[in-house]
């Protein structure tokens, strides 16, 4: 059946109307949307959690470690002479900056974390304590090896490696399974009353 040219008019300009009509709504269901997210408990924790201050420290101590990768990485084509100041280096960095920051951990995080996960024996954090011992361990390999007159590279390299594996394994345990716990059940202000902040570079 045909239409007349007003009748086609009509309809094209109906259309037009309806289908601008349609992109205004979805605009509007967008825009109600976000700021009913935004409103939300879930959206407000997602943009303060209370372990910030863990989670940038890590941020910070990440950038580092890729550096002391760059370091270890160069280590097999070093002159001789060099070598020994990259390792001491690497060495330092995990002396001054990651063994602090665990020591901090089992200060104040582990504590908190154990008190909500329950009371059992061992504690919650018990492997991740263990971990820490492991880190601490492997970091004094670490010096021993470059503390030698003629230090060997790929003895150092292949320890240095299993640390900063391990590291980084560590690191996402605590921001994927141990600071969410803290996350659900304390405020910023009671986080930082209880757990206090991670230890601060220089
Ligand atoms: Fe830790
Ligand atoms: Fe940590």
Partial sequence: MGMNPGERNRRASFERHMG???LTMRTHTL???FAL?????????RQERPSESF??????IREHLRHVEEVVGSLAEAPGAERKGRMSEAVAFFREHIVPHAEAEERGLYPAVDKRAGSAVPPFTASMRHEHRIVGRWVEELAAEA???SPDARTFCRRADNLLGL???H???EEEVLLPILDRTLTK????KEVGGPVRRP
């Fill in 31 to 33: 825009v109600l949307g």
């Fill in 37 to 45: 997210a935004a409103a939300s408990p879930s959206f407000v924790l």
């Fill in 20 to 22: 601008c009509r349609a």
């Fill in 147 to 149: 503390g030698k007159p």
């Fill in 55 to 60: 989670r940038a420290e890590h941020r910070s």
């Fill in 167 to 169: 590291l980084a394994a």
């Fill in 189 to 192: 202000e009671e986080f930082e």
């Fill in 171 to 173: 690191f996402e345990e």
